[in-house]
C-alpha cells in the first residue's frame, strides 16, 4: 500500500545532474573532480539509491554530514569513499575505522581525539583538513595556521590527503565575503605548505560557488544542490539539469466554499466569489511549508492552483473553481506535469528560504519510489 502523497525520484535524472557537473568542470581528465553530496539523506531523495546510481556513473567521493550518515550509506553497500563533513568530536569514532570512512579533521581537538584512535588501533587514517575562511562555523581558523596545526597533527596517526573550505555568500553575487575567503584559502595553502603539510587535493566549491566563478575549482568541487537538478537562483540558466523528485498527490475531495467563508485553521482570508476546493492530502508533516498558506501553488490537470487558507498537518485546499476535477485526480506539488512546473527554487522563493530546505524537508512518512536501476527500491526514509 503507497499513500496516495508520495515522491517519485529520478535516478536518471541526477545521474545526468552529475554528468552535467563533470562536464562542467573537466572532470578527472581536465583535473578537477566531482565529491558528490549526499548528506541529510540525499536531500531528502533517499541517501543509499542516490549514492548507488552515483556510483554506477562512476564517482569517485561521496560525502555526508555525520559518521552515523556515512555507516548507513556502507550498510547500503556503498563502496565509493566516503567524505565526513561534520564534527567528530561528538560521534563514535568507531565507525570511521570500521565502516572506512574519510573524516574531517575540522578542529585541533578533533585531531587529537583522531589520532589517539588510530594510534591505538595501530593505524594511520587519512583524512580532510578543513579551514575555516570567514564562515565561523568548524575549521581551523585560516589566520593562525602556523600556530594550531603543527601541535594538532603532531604524530604519526594521520595523513592529510586533502584540504578544503567553504563559502558563506557563494549565492550572493554583490557579497565581498567570497572573493575574501577565496583569497584566504589561497594563503592558507601557502601556509601548511610552509608547515610541510602539502595535500594531494583541494577543494572549495559547493554548487554556488562552482558555477560562479572557476577559481573555486582546484582540485574537486563539492555540488550537492546541482546534483539533484537545482540551482541557486542567482547562478541558474550557467548549468542545464533536470530536477530529480516530483512530490506527487491526489485529489481525495472535491466541494464548494460560498463568498465570506474562509479554509483551515484561523479562518483567514476569506473567498470573495463562490469557489470550488479540492483537498489535497498532503500538509506540513508531509514537508509542505506552512508559509505556503495563502500564497502557494500546485498542479492540478496541467494548471497551476493556488493554496486557499491554512497549510493543515495531513492537508490542503486548492481553489479549483472552473475545472474538471473530480477525486483520484493527480496533483503534483513540486516538479512538472503535462509541461506546467513547480520549481524548487521557485517555492523557495516563495516562502524566503533556500531551495536545500525544500527538498531536505520532505516528511519522513513520504514514501519514495524509484523507476531506474540499479534495483528498483521503494523505501521508507528513515528519520
Ligand atoms: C552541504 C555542503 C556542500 C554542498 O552544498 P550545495 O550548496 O548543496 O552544493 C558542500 N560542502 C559542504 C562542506 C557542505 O556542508
Known sequence: MVRPTYAHIDLDAIRANFQAVLAHVGGPSGGVDVIAVVKANGYGHGAVPVARALEAAGVRMLACADIEEGVELRRG?????????????????????????????????????????????????????????????????????????????????LEIDAVYTHFATAEDPAHPLFDQQRERFDQALTTLSELGVRPRVRHAGNSGALLRDRATWFDAVRPGLLLYGVAPLAWAGRLSLKPAMTLHSRVVAVKGMRVGETAGYGAREAVTRATTVAIVPAGYADGLDVRLAGRGSVLVGGRRVSVVGSVCMDSITVDVTGLDVTPGDEVVLLGSQSGAVIGVAEVAATIGTVPHEILCRTGARIVRTYAAEPSPVSSRATP
Open 77 to 157: 553497500g556503498v563502496r565509493a569513499p566516503i567524505l565526513v563533513f561534520g564534527a567528530l568530536s561528538v560521534s563514535d569514532l568507531d565507525g570511521v575505522f570500521r565502516h572506512d570512512l574519510t573524516p574531517t579533521i575540522s578542529s585541533p581537538f578533533a585531531a587529537r581525539a583522531l589520532h589517539d584512535a588510530a594510534a591505538r588501533r595501530g593505524l594511520r587514517v587519512r583524512c580532510h583538513l578543513k579551514i575555516d575562511t570567514g564562515m565561523n562555523r568548524l575549521g581551523f581558523r585560516y589566520d593562525n595556521l602556523a600556530s594550531t596545526v603543527p601541535v594538532a597533527l603532531a604524530g604519526a596517526g
